[in-house]
């Protein structure tokens, strides 16, 4: 009985865990894991925030790049209505609609003299989740393409306001018709989107350099 005994308390006396140290070292691991879990569901959703962010800068600016080249490219002929410069309010002051006709290179095309007449349309529209967009409408004004409904694409999303005016050579104007106005001298585009949790303000000007008369200086000898 005295062996027994002995190896009895032998057995008992070895190292090892007791059941209140298993579950304080399950808490703490468990600990562990969940702060490393939301440290980087964090830095995820920040990096995330801030490419969305800087995507969204991205196209405003691509939007505002792509309205400054097709009014650089204006084309108004007094004699054609359908390439008339227009400009409207809208229902309200911070939703402008332009429309005008410019000239469009085809795709993969390089040679002017393959530029394509188009007449376009920038204004305030809604996606399928009733966001405000800032759309582009394009219509070829020649070909099969003038006989289909016009292209529609949207150029910037969570759109706030949409500005422009136009410049006469006297001042600055919110509306314009080509009726008896011709084509105006430059445009003034402002749009602001939304940022982050605030908004962001894109503001350019533009030469239009049909609306621009050029006096030639040449005096020519008359005989």
Same mark, same amino acid.
């Given at each position: 009985m005295s062996r027994l005994s002995g190896r009895v308390l032998q057995v008992?006396?070895?190292?090892?865990?007791?059941?209140?140290?298993?579950?304080?070292?399950?808490?703490?691991?468990?600990?562990?894991?969940?702060?490393?879990?939301?440290?980087?569901?964090?830095v995820t959703v920040t990096l995330q925030g801030q490419e969305d962010r800087?995507?969204?800068?991205?196209?405003?600016?691509?939007?505002?790049?792509?309205?400054?080249?097709d009014l650089a490219c204006?084309?108004?002929?007094?004699? &054609? *209505?359908?390439?008339?410069?227009? /400009?409207?309010?809208?229902?309200? !002051?911070a939703a402008a609609r332009l429309s005008f006709c410019t000239a469009v290179m085809p795709a993969n095309e390089t040679d002017l003299r393959w530029f394509e007449l188009h007449r376009v349309v920038y204004g305030i529209g809604? &996606? *399928?989740a009733?966001?405000?967009? /800032?759309?582009?409408?394009?219509? !070829?004004?020649?070909?099969?393409g003038a006989f289909a409904p016009p292209v529609t694409n949207a150029l910037a999303m969570g759109v706030e306001s949409f500005r422009v005016s136009v410049y006469d050579g006297a001042a600055w104007?919110?509306?314009?018709s080509s009726a008896g106005s011709g084509c105006p001298r430059a445009a003034r585009i402002e749009l602001t989107t939304k940022y982050g949790?605030?908004?962001?303000?894109?503001?350019?000007?533009?030469?239009?350099p049909v609306g621009n008369p050029v006096t030639s200086r040449v005096i020519r000898a008359v005989q």
């Open positions: 008992s006396r070895r190292p090892g865990f007791t059941l209140i140290e298993l579950i304080l070292a399950i808490a703490i691991a468990s600990l562990v894991v969940t702060l490393v879990f939301s440290t980087y569901h964090t800087r995507r969204g800068a991205d196209k405003v600016a691509d939007a505002i790049r792509q309205l400054e080249r204006t084309f108004a002929p007094k004699s &054609d *209505a359908a390439c008339g410069f227009e /400009l409207q309010k809208g229902t309200t !002051p809604a &996606d *399928a009733n966001s405000p967009v /800032l759309f582009r409408a394009d219509q !070829p004004l020649a070909g099969p104007n919110e509306e314009w949790s605030g908004s962001k303000n894109f503001q350019t000007e533009v030469l239009i």
